[in-house]
């Protein structure tokens, strides 16, 4: 099973550092829907690439899913504020992850008990099974989060979120890739380095990330299953 994790920004073009939240910050309100085509056309070209079994998407809007469905059927999103009062409000409901599959994917919406972002959407394909998650940023509700993805962790194949390392609450919870973690600091308000996003679970392997020109966030790409031996 090959999966594709990105951020897509909301195809506002922007890609880390102050300079670039000051002079294009604008984008997150009023953007053209010609920019956001120009965008939109940079995921449809990566996912060509790449042609992917599952792909998982953050800081995508509702509308921007008819976009894909040509090339990945199966579409699910949902608020990344689930369960919080900010999903009731307009402006803050159309702010989703997305799930798209090649396949009929079963999903199930579920909340952390903490934190603005707490969306947990569990997820069975024909594929493999796992969670996507989209952390909150404060330090306390990251790490109530975290714990209770550690008790989650024994039960499901893997797991993969927008992985932004604030502090060393998440030391010893990324067993792929962990001394990366102190290398690339990942909220580029504050360093403005491109994101290193992380998977966490069983059977991952060949995970590779690679810059999708689409926001702060670097793109991963891993496979999930048994890896093949010569």
């Known amino acids: 099973m090959k999966v594709l994790y990105l951020n897509c920004n909301y195809f506002t073009g922007i890609r880390g550092g102050w300079k670039s939240y000051l002079v294009l910050g604008y984008r997150y309100v009023f953007h053209k829907k010609k920019n956001q085509q120009k965008h939109i056309q940079k995921l449809r070209k990566v996912i060509e690439d790449n042609s992917p079994d599952v792909v998982c998407l953050t800081e995508i809007r509702a509308h921007h899913l008819k976009h894909f469905q040509d090339l990945m059927p ?4 949902a608020c990344k504020y689930h369960g919080t009062f900010w999903s009731r409000l307009p402006w803050f409901r159309k702010n989703q992850i997305a799930l798209l599959s090649k396949e009929y994917v079963h999903t199930e919406l579920e909340s952390f008990s903490r934190g603005m972002k707490r969306v947990f959407l569990k997820f069975t394909s024909v594929f493999g099974e796992g969670n996507f998650v989209h952390l ?15 008790k989650e962790i024994h039960d499901r194949a893997f797991f993969f979120w927008d992985f932004n390392t604030l502090g060393k609450v998440e030391k010893g919870v990324c067993p792929i890739y962990q001394s990366k973690v102190d290398q690339i600091l990942s909220y580029p308000a ?12 069983k059977m991952c392997h060949d995970v590779t990330y690679f810059d999708s020109g689409l926001s702060d966030h670097l793109a991963m790409i891993f496979r999930l299953g ?5």
Do not use: E, N, V, Y
């Open 74 to 77: 199966h579409l699910f999103g």
């Open 136 to 150: 909150a940023l404060r330090k306390k509700q990251r790490a109530s989060q975290i714990d209770h993805l550690r």
């Open 190 to 201: 504050r360093k403005p380095k491109k994101s290193l996003d992380h998977c966490i679970g």
């Open 226 to 230: 048994q890896a093949q031996t010569a």
